[in-house]
């Protein structure tokens, strides 16, 4: 028994280290996209990544027809309309990642931003989910969020309290602030932590496109089921370890 609590102690304490460390740092090899500057060929910028799970794997919490206009409509039409504005613009060598970051402040780059951070904001959302996920993480993940929010059921209310509160369209974030500790945080349309100090973990879309054809006007009932039966505990782990 003492060893076995020893171990998971070892675990936890690796995870406050991580938390607590520098600037940010993602696992962004699960999120492919190709980073392609235009040459003779015309190759765009960036690929659209496929979600990691077939179109029908969510149901029936999210709907195959769902993530078919959700993936193929607007996320789609997201890099699309990066990939054109940005060949024109000098930018098009940069990884997605530093293009958000090298045009959220810059006025006549708002229209790049935009589609780049829809963009990327999707493919994160793709992997926060997997078909059996929800409800609470497990061992040091679990301590991280008891210590945070005083419990995982207040951590579950924060999140629904904030997609509720999200007026209009965006984002609702798990990320884990400069300090090292996990905070619930939300954007409006296409914003993201990738701008600022803190490092997102998870993110739950809270545009209407997300799930109006599942649940019409009933947005609290999409992030329960996010909560209760979608989170990819195992992804927001891997955001957590990254150096």
Known sequence: MERAVNRRETTRRG??????????????????????????????????????????????????????????????????????????????????????????????KT?????????????????????????????????????????????REAMLKAAAGQFGSGWVWLVREKGGKLAVTATGNAGTPLTGGATPLLTMDVWEHAYYLDYQNRRGDYAAAFMDSLVNWGFVENNLKAE
Request: aromatic residues 12%; proline residues 8%.
């Open 111 to 155: 229209a790049l931003f935009n589609n780049a951070a829809q963009a990327w904001n999707h493919a994160f959302y793709w992997r926060g989910m997997k078909p059996g996920g929800g409800g609470p993480p497990k061992g040091a993940l679990l301590d991280l969020v008891n210590t945070a929010f005083g419990g995982y059921g207040a951590f």
């Open 15 to 108: 995870f406050l280290k991580t938390a607590g460390g520098g600037i940010l740092a993602l696992a962004l090899a699960t999120l492919p996209f190709a980073k392609t500057a235009f040459g003779a060929e015309g190759k765009p910028a960036f690929d659209l990544p496929e979600p990691p799970y077939p179109f029908d794997a969510l149901e029936p919490h999210l709907s195959r027809r769902t993530l078919e206009f959700h993936h193929g409509k607007h996320h789609r039409a997201y890099v699309d309309k990066a990939n054109q504005i940005v060949k024109d613009t000098g930018l098009a060598g940069l990884s997605l990642e530093e293009l958000i970051r090298k045009t959220a402040s810059l006025p006549d």
